[in-house]
């Protein structure tokens, strides 16, 4: 249980800054206005949470097993 948790944190870190890298590119594009990329960082963080809620789900239902 420990090295999946311990896996799933990894993974996390990893799309964290995968998405702080894409958010960057983004913004360095100069092609977004404030208040679009605003919305953008939202929505991508949104997606990131949920992602991050299945895997810990996935962990969950292996650990069940």
Do not use: P
């Amino acid at each position: 249980m420990a090295d999946t948790t311990k896996q799933v944190s990894m993974l996390e870190l990893e799309l964290e800054d995968d998405l702080i890298r894409q958010i960057e590119d983004v913004a360095d594009s100069g092609c977004f206005s404030k208040d679009e990329l605003l919305q953008s960082i939202l929505e991508a963080w949104r997606h990131h949470q949920a992602y991050i809620h299945r895997l810990e789900n996935m962990v969950q239902i292996i650990n069940i097993k």
